[in-house]
């Protein structure tokens, strides 16, 4: 029995430990604040199951009945120990249902009657420590173990809920187990001369306790006496506390395993914090290169100088996706210093009103209070509806969230970028840089916008130039010629000299062909380098078609290209004029019958190649030919280069290598004085 | 279990004497209620009440059956009806029930039927009065000197009204609370009704605690002075049971303290009347539990004299 006793009190003592170790590793679950109340009942319990070992291994008198004195302390305690770790782990985990509010009222007139019983006991002629051992276990056992129970249970069923299967079974096995511990525990007392201890007790008599009250056996109200000390060592072989002594290993058992839930759930908790911090940096990651995939794009639109409108309505479309919005629009001053809406783009849910493509005024408080600041601003759930009303511009949708930022341009606010949700969900400190990385490239692309047409007046003044040039060089000189020929005639007309007058005739006859085969390159150039957009391979192909036609001279070109030959437009345009420039040198110079041509795309930059198999010439190093620096001079514009290659008798080769869009130096794009330009109309 | 079957009698006793007291506290309530606020308040009101009082009766006539060694026979008794009080306590207590259990039925089912249920209610009052009264004339028995004087049917009747009138305030708390949850339109009035039934049951149960320990004074003294039967019922109450003794009279003294002491806070704090619940409730248990205490000590003490 001592044995049964010292495992007894062992099994209660590890779950003391266990509970107690549990909490002071911590944890946020519910059941840690209840562990205290487990650690101390198993502590106190501990002691009980000690103080019977001793009692039952024969000590002296004096010792005695210091340990029962002990015990006397230490088995209410417990109880009461259980009791509160019982009453938590029922009400203080779980919410009860409200109809459980009715339990205290309706036990209150039972509770009464079982503690004045209790009371009355006390009285009767068995030693003090058989009444507090009885209603210790009645009073304070039997309920704190079913309320830990049942509390283990609702909470096995909460981890059920939770998906926590492992963790639910073992709840449901210490539920059981406390229910079971209620049972053996709580029921199963001293032997007592009164009811109902008389009928279901563990006979202890080795106490001094009374033998069990047997004359009630033909009472009809009796309960057959099946759980009584004899009963149970007949039935099993082994003593009741045998018995108790496995429910005890068993609730141990289980509730510590029930502890480590605290651990898988610690463990569970830490993995899907790293899941979601991962998740949280693979989402900034997305964000991060879409931001910069949009950014990019808008760059690419603008270095292809697309249409201004395109170009801000991508800015407004990407903004919209980026920033999770409902509604993105740009506005921009205009000379009369009021702010129109330029473009806006909406979400499906959204629907645009009729009045979109037309002129309309921006005239938010808000956005008019951002234009004029110059500063970001972003809602933050606390503005009143009046000021929110007027932002969806062309649609009828309400506002909740809004973010602005204005369009700083040579630090002057020239529009503002608005972006808006619908659902309340505010706009955080992150989002306004991004916008305003968004503003600065509609700035960037309302800017190259304006060098794009400064650059295109430049290229009309100077093709005049070109134009006014080569009259000059050419048919001037040719009227000029004329003149003086018209007058030489007049003279040998008068002299009578018809034999020098057919010369003179025959001389300006081939001076006038000369004239008019210029007028009509020049013409065709014209034409040519004007008629850019089918694309400028297709307008070469047009123009050696009448170049060919008009002087004889057969062309053959070999055009390697897939239909994209990746120059900028200015580029583009030069490398025409070049083209056209080598051929008049071909027609004038060369006295060539045949030209090749090779038109490819290598490595980032487009090549043209023009050989003849004309007269050819000597280079020289100092050689300022006009129109051979001209072509180098436009090569070079657009950051290119060019070579000219001649032997005499062999013929002459131009190549021209111009680079490709992407490997352009900007400062060959937009030369310095185009960054002083004022702000173009919005009507651009 | 022979010694359980005894405490069937002080389960019977005091139930019956709690539900008799409930009763007539909730119906004086009731006509209170009726003239200054109206039926429907009023019903209102005693609905959870009689439901309570009538499940209180029946598990204390359920409870009496354990005391019988036949309990199939127990209607039999009435048949003694014109000589035994203990014929007419079955009878009366029958027809108790019946009566709360009819205006438990009234109120469900024909709850505009006002006459009807003051009538009825009236009639289970009475009925209340009387059982308790019969239930004491059983224990005025020549052969049992403890029992047999004016104390006992004083220590019945202030059981009831000490229970009754503490027993309605809670049940009443209970009844606010639920209001208060449910945001009863009549919940301003329901709480002004509350609040003067706390005030006066606070005062009914420090007069009768003050006359139940009279009472026992007065016991004492008359054991002292009605012979050797008497003084060795006087040797158990203060000798083997002296410290239930002490316990009980301790409990009625802390009680009616504590209702005190509870009441005055309540108005001179002006606290919610739905926070007095558990303070009320725990004073409740408290006075329960020395009532049973005492009830159990009536019979202790009784001894037998003659053959």
Same mark, same amino acid.
């Given at each position: ?684 | ?153 004083? !220590? ?5 009204? =000490? #229970? %009754?009138?503490?027993? *309605?305030?809670? $049940?009443?708390?209970?009844? /606010?609370? @639920? ?50 039967? !008497? ?5 158990? =109450? #203060? %000798?083997?049971?002296? *410290?239930?003794? $002490?316990?009980?009279?301790? /409990?009625? @003294? ?54």
């Amino acid at each position: 029995m001592p044995i049964i006793y010292f495992l007894y009190g062992l099994s209660f003592s590890g779950l003391g430990l266990a509970a107690l170790l549990q909490y002071r590793r911590g944890s946020i679950l519910p059941l840690h604040k209840q562990l205290p109340w487990l650690a101390a009942f198993g502590l106190a319990y501990a002691g009980v199951g000690w103080a019977d070992m001793f009692l039952t291994s024969g000590l002296q008198t004096e010792v005695q009945g210091i340990l029962r004195l002990l015990r006397m302390i230490l088995q209410p305690l417990s109880g009461l120990l259980l009791l509160r770790f019982g009453w938590g782990m029922l009400t203080q985990m779980t919410p009860l249902p409200s109809w459980t509010r009715i339990i205290p009222g309706i036990l209150t007139v039972p509770l009464a009657f079982i503690i004045t019983y209790a009371a009355t006991t006390f009285v009767t002629p068995s030693p003090i420590h058989i009444p507090i051992d009885i209603w210790s276990r009645y009073l304070l056992y039997l309920p704190g173990s079913i309320m830990a129970g049942i509390g283990f249970i609702r909470q096995s069923n909460e981890h059920k809920k939770r998906g926590f299967q492992d963790a639910s079974y073992l709840m449901m096995g210490a539920g059981i187990a406390f229910l079971t511990e209620a049972f053996i525990v709580g029921l199963i007392v001293p032997a007592a001369p009164y009811g109902p201890v008389s009928y279901y007790n563990y006979d202890r008599v080795h106490f001094d306790s009374i033998p069990a009250d047997t004359s009630a056996n033909n009472d009809p109200f009796t309960i057959i006496d099946w759980l009584d000390y004899a009963h149970v060592l007949q039935a099993t072989g082994q003593p009741i506390q045998f018995w108790r002594m496995l429910s005890a290993v068993a609730l141990i058992f289980f509730v510590v395993r029930s502890l480590d839930v605290f651990d898988a759930i610690e463990r569970r908790r830490i993995q899907r914090l790293q899941e979601e911090r991962d998740l949280a940096h693979s989402n900034a990651r997305h964000l991060a290169e879409s931001w910069a995939e949009a950014l990019m794009k808008i760059n690419r639109e603008i270095a292809e100088l697309k249409e201004l409108d395109a170009i801000l309505f991508e800015i407004v479309c990407s903004a919209r996706k980026l920033l999770n919005s409902d509604y993105v629009a740009l506005g921009l001053l205009e000379e009369k210093q009021r702010l129109m809406l330029r473009c806006f783009a909406t979400s499906e849910t959204i629907i645009a009103s009729p009045t979109v493509g037309s002129s309309v005024q921006v005239e938010s408080e808000l956005i008019l209070k951002v234009l004029k600041a110059a500063k970001p601003y972003r809602t933050s759930g606390e503005e009143g509806t009046n000021r929110l009303a007027d932002l969806c511009l062309c649609t009828d949708a309400i506002v909740s969230e809004a973010a602005f930022v204005p369009l700083m341009f040579n630090n002057v606010a020239v529009g503002v970028l608005w972006s808006v949700r619908t659902e309340s969900d505010p706009y955080n400190a992150d989002d306004l840089p991004g916008l305003e990385r968004l503003a600065n490239q509609a700035v960037i692309a309302i800017q190259h916008g304006l060098m794009a047409a400064q650059i295109q007046s430049l290229a009309v003044v100077g093709e005049r130039a070109r134009i006014a040039r080569e009259m000059h060089d050419g048919l001037a000189q040719i009227l000029g010629y004329m003149n003086l020929q018209a007058q030489t005639l007049e003279a040998l007309l008068k002299q009578n000299k018809r034999e020098n007058l057919f010369a003179e005739i025959k001389q300006m006859r081939e001076a006038i062909q000369t004239a008019h085969a210029d007028v009509r390159e020049n013409i065709l150039s014209l034409r040519t380098t004007l008629s850019t957009e089918a694309g400028v391979a297709s307008a070469m192909l047009e123009y050696l078609d009448g170049f060919s036609l008009q002087t004889g001279i057969d062309i053959k070109l070999q055009n390697h290209l897939d239909g994209y030959l990746g120059l900028s437009p200015l580029a583009e345009v030069q490398l025409v004029c070049i083209l056209q420039e080598a051929l008049a040198n071909v027609r004038k110079h060369a006295q060539a019958t045949e030209v090749s041509i090779t038109l490819v795309r290598q490595v980032g930059c487009a090549h043209l190649e023009i050989s003849d198999n004309g007269i050819g010439f000597v280079e020289q190093a100092d050689s300022q030919r006009f129109g051979l620096q001209t072509m180098r001079e436009r090569a070079q514009q657009v950051g290119g280069k060019l070579s000219i290659s001649s032997k005499v008798g062999q013929g002459t080769t131009v190549v021209c290598v111009l680079p490709e869009i992407d490997q352009v130096n900007p400062a060959h794009m937009v030369p310095m004085y185009m960054a002083s330009a004022s702000m173009p109309d919005p009507g651009y | 279990m022979v010694n359980l079957r005894e405490w069937a009698l002080p389960i019977y006793t005091i139930m019956m004497q709690m539900s008799a007291g409930s009763m007539l506290a909730l119906w004086v309530i009731n006509i209170v209620v009726l003239r200054r606020y109206g039926h429907e308040i009023a019903i209102k009101l005693i609905k959870n009440p009689t439901m309570i009082i009538f499940v209180t009766v029946a598990t204390a006539m359920i409870g009496s059956h354990y005391h019988l060694s036949r309990p199939a026979f127990s209607l039999f008794a009435i048949l003694n009806f014109q000589s035994s009080w203990l014929s007419r306590e079955v009878a009366f207590t029958v027809l108790f029930a019946l009566l709360v259990g009819i205006l438990l039925l009234l109120i469900f089912y024909r709850p505009h039927a006002a006459k009807a249920q003051l009538v009825t209610g009236w009639g289970a009052v009475t009925m209340g009065v009387i059982t308790v009264y019969a239930m004491s004339r059983v224990y005025l028995l020549p052969t049992q000197i403890a029992w047999n004087s004016i104390t006992t049917p004083i !220590a019945f009747f202030c059981a009831m009204v =000490l #229970l %009754g009138g503490i027993g *309605v305030t809670v $049940i009443l708390l209970i009844n /606010l609370y @639920i209001f208060t949850l449910n945001k009863d339109s009549d919940l301003p009035l329901i709480r002004d009704v509350i609040q003067r039934v706390l005030t006066i049951s606070t005062g009914v149960v420090v007069a009768v605690t003050i006359i139940e320990l009279g009472n026992y004074g007065f016991q004492i003294m008359e054991l002292i002075n009605r012979g050797s039967t !008497a003084h060795a019922s006087l040797d158990l =109450l #203060l %000798g083997l049971y002296r *410290v239930l003794f $002490i316990i009980r009279v301790a /409990l009625l @003294i802390c009680g009616v303290v504590a209702l005190v002491i509870v009441t005055l806070w309540q108005r001179r704090r002006s606290k919610p009347l739905v926070r007095l619940l558990a303070p009320v409730y725990l004073t409740f248990l408290i006075f329960l539990i020395s009532e049973v205490l005492g009830r159990f000590l009536f019979y202790a003490v009784h001894v037998r004299t003659g053959i």
